[in-house]
């Protein structure tokens, strides 16, 4: 497990997961993260790694929160249907790239949460 030393000295932090409230778009919601906190201190900070990963969260939870496809739906729906990137960027009229974002985290317009049913047949 990835260990750091916390500035006060006496030893290491520690990861633990932290349920954290956020506000996103208006939306109110628990995300997970993760931090280090150091046992001696109480000292708490995250990690650049960490951001990426709390993106990804709050992108999901909002998505699921207000009834959007998530990116982990969105992903799973495609391979279900034996789609690659390419093929379904395509019948939806995007690039592959902003399709793979939105599967990583990304949140989708509303117009395109629906373009994205349709072609799941999930309307
Ligand atoms: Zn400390």
């Not at 000295?9 to 109110?28: L, S």
């Not at 990426?52 to 998530?70: C, F, P």
């Not at 390419?86 to 989708?108: F, S």
């Not at 349709?118 to 309307?123: D, P, V, Y």
């Amino acid at each position: 497990m990835d260990k750091r030393r916390c500035p006060c000295g006496k030893g290491m932090m520690e990861q633990k997961r932290r349920a954290k409230g956020v506000n996103f778009r208006g939306v109110e919601m628990d995300v997970a993260c993760r931090a280090y906190v150091c046992p001696h201190c109480g000292l708490e900070s995250g990690c650049v790694a960490d951001v990426h990963e709390a993106q990804r969260s709050i992108a999901e939870a909002y998505r699921a929160k207000i009834g959007m496809l998530t990116g982990a739906e969105i992903r799973t729906f495609r391979e279900e249907r034996h789609l690659s990137l390419d093929a379904l960027a395509e019948q939806l009229g995007v690039p592959a790239e902003v399709l793979q974002g939105w599967e990583e985290g990304t949140v989708q317009a509303p117009e395109m949460d629906l373009r994205l049913r349709k072609a799941f047949g999930r309307e």
